[in-house]
């Protein structure tokens, strides 16, 4: 569970006007495959809003526009969630294998 990011009314009105950044984002940088866990593209969305959110409490407007700066911070989020979960899935199938030869090794000549 995620701490939860507190908003203010502007920065909440920022993050309604901009959603749309977020499905750019997923659209232009991501493959959205729905048989893998994590991929799927609601869990990207979701994931990008969240993003989204972080962006508008820590944006500067005298540094760029918000769209601009809040679609380097999502597409970022993006990544690195991706990595994390392929980091997980990577742990999840070496244990798994592990797991199945030790119970499957039976050698021929032990039959």
Same mark, same amino acid.
Request: charged share 20%; with cysteine.
């Given at each position: 569970?995620?701490?939860t990011?507190?908003?203010?009314?502007?920065q909440?009105?920022?993050?309604?006007?901009? %959603? #749309?950044?977020?499905?750019?984002?997923?659209?232009?940088?991501?493959?959205v495959?729905? $048989?893998i @866990?994590?991929?799927?593209?609601?869990?990207?969305?979701?994931?990008?809003?969240?993003?989204?959110?972080?962006?508008?409490?820590?944006?500067?407007p005298a %540094? #760029?526009?918000?769209?601009?700066?809040?679609?380097?911070?999502?597409?970022n989020?993006? $990544?690195? @969630?991706c990595?994390?979960?392929c980091s997980?899935?990577?742990?999840?199938?070496?244990?798994?294998?592990?797991?199945?030869?030790?119970?499957?090794?039976?050698?021929?000549?032990?039959?």
């Amino acid at each position: 569970m995620k701490k939860t990011i507190p908003l203010t009314i502007e920065q909440q009105e920022l993050v309604a006007a901009n %959603l #749309s950044v977020v499905r750019w984002a997923i659209r232009d940088g991501f493959h959205v495959n729905e $048989t893998i @866990y994590g991929f799927g593209y609601d869990d990207l969305y979701q994931e990008g809003c969240i993003w989204l959110c972080h962006a508008a409490v820590s944006y500067d407007p005298a %540094l #760029s526009k918000f769209p601009t700066y809040a679609g380097k911070v999502v597409r970022n989020g993006l $990544t690195s @969630y991706c990595r994390s979960q392929c980091s997980k899935e990577r742990r999840f199938t070496r244990l798994g294998m592990k797991c199945r030869a030790a119970r499957c090794w039976n050698p021929w000549w032990q039959t």
